[in-house]
């Protein structure tokens, strides 16, 4: 379990998460509304341009490419595996999503830039109520009353506004019940600009 939690915290973003090596994925890369605990204040224009890049990119439908990239050997690696996804619209770089796995956890991470520079990633970290490969048979040998379900899962959202490289503003969301793999510890807002630099170096690698 330290293992896990250590990789992750490297890994993130946390925060980032889906794939066949779980049963069930995250399809929707956004969700909830923008509200949270301010931890560092910044005035409502401030952030409006980055929420109006937000919205732009959002509402772009006819990608000009998408590039897919697994996450393996880099240092976003997790136990088990990842995935990058890169959007270009007209030649520009505009947004990208991440996919991180590991036994007991699930991250989806997006980063959104502006003016080629990253200036929103929002976190969603799923903590597992089992490890996902915890069937009914592993349920029912340990005595247990509950098997993997991905619905159960405990759920921790985070918005990270940035300008100029630095956070502005961050809010927070916990949902659902406290997993017995959540580490309070862990705070995956501290890796999201370093995370940022190592996927553009490999979306230029691809040049």
Known sequence: MKKAVIILSVALFLVSGCGSRQTKTANNELVGKEEGIYEKEASIESLKPIRENFKRINSIKDWSLIDEKEL?????ETLEGGQAKFYYHKEQLEKIVIHQFGETFQVVTEYYLLDKQLSFAFVKLYWYNRPFNYDLAKMNENNDNE??????????EDRCYFENGKLIHHEKKQLGIKSPFHDDSYDGKEEIITNFEELIKIANAKL
């Not at 393996?72 to 976003?76: A, I, Y």
């Open 147 to 156: 098997m993997f379900d991905f619905e159960k899962s405990e759920i921790i």
């Open 72 to 76: 393996w050997k880099t240092s976003l």
